[in-house]
């Protein structure tokens, strides 16, 4: 399976971004799609997941309230909404791949950068 996130952008505090993470190739591969980010000088770190099956969701404190992750089977695509953006959440946003339950995460995406300037 490849991963190709998507939808980064420089946008104002308060704006919102969709981005989408586009899967191909063998999607019967695919457990569970998350969101990681990483901003300058710092380490990635997780803002949300969602299993293929759609039943399982969760989200980094961070973002809670502010991001949905949802997908759209059909279109292999898993989204993150991301609502009233604030200048923490500047970062390079990538979507990564679990194959099953207890597995890591061993398929990235290349990252697609928001800024959010104040």
């Known amino acids: 399976v490849q991963l190709q996130a998507s939808g980064g952008g420089l946008v104002q505090a308060g704006d919102s971004l969709r981005l989408s993470c586009a899967a191909s190739?063998?999607?019967?591969?695919?457990?569970?799609v998350g969101w990681f980010r990483q901003a300058p000088g710092k380490e990635r770190e997780f803002v949300a997941t969602?299993?293929?099956?759609?039943?399982?969701?969760s989200y980094a404190d961070s973002v809670k309230g502010r991001f949905i992750i949802s997908r759209d089977n059909a279109e292999n695509t898993v989204y993150l909404q991301m609502n009233n953006l604030k200048p923490e959440d500047t970062a390079v946003y990538y979507c990564?791949?679990?194959?099953?339950?207890?597995?890591?995460?061993?398929?990235w995406g290349q990252g697609t950068l928001v800024t959010v300037s104040s």
């Open positions: 990564a791949r679990k194959r099953r339950f207890g597995a890591s995460f061993n398929v």
């Open positions: 190739g063998s999607i019967s591969g695919i457990y569970m």
């Open positions: 969602i299993t293929w099956s759609g039943g399982m969701i």
